[in-house]
């Protein structure tokens, strides 16, 4: 896994990260391999087996979800809705509460916008 450092992204023009490489599954619980992290952004690529889902949480950054593969459904605020491959979700850092299920194996790409 390639894993960006601040002060390495300064000297770069363009980075290709190949997510799909990176994407693993545990009976465990989900998985999360962080990708790039700099001052304005931390992106990871996450694997849900069926069942497993992130505990409802408050983040203090706006968040985007991209689903690469699979089925789900996000709570937010009290609210589900169903979402599935090529998904894209907002969710504003003033939400309360958060929180993503898998109905079948699936990936997520999740972006913190800082």
Known sequence: M???????????????????????????????????????IKAQVM??????????CKMDRD??????SGSGKIIVDGE??????????FVPKEIESRSLQADTRMSVLAIQLR
């Open 47 to 56: 694997g849900f087996e069926p069942g497993q889902r992130i505990p409802p």
């Open 2 to 40: 390639t894993f960006m450092q601040p002060n390495k992204i300064k000297s770069q023009k363009m980075r290709i990260f190949e997510v799909a490489s990176m994407i693993q599954f545990s009976q465990k619980g989900h998985t999360k391999s962080v990708f790039y992290d700099s001052d304005r």
């Open 80 to 89: 589900e809705k169903k979402i599935e491959k090529h998904s894209w979700i």
């Open 63 to 68: 968040v985007v979800f991209f689903v690469l």
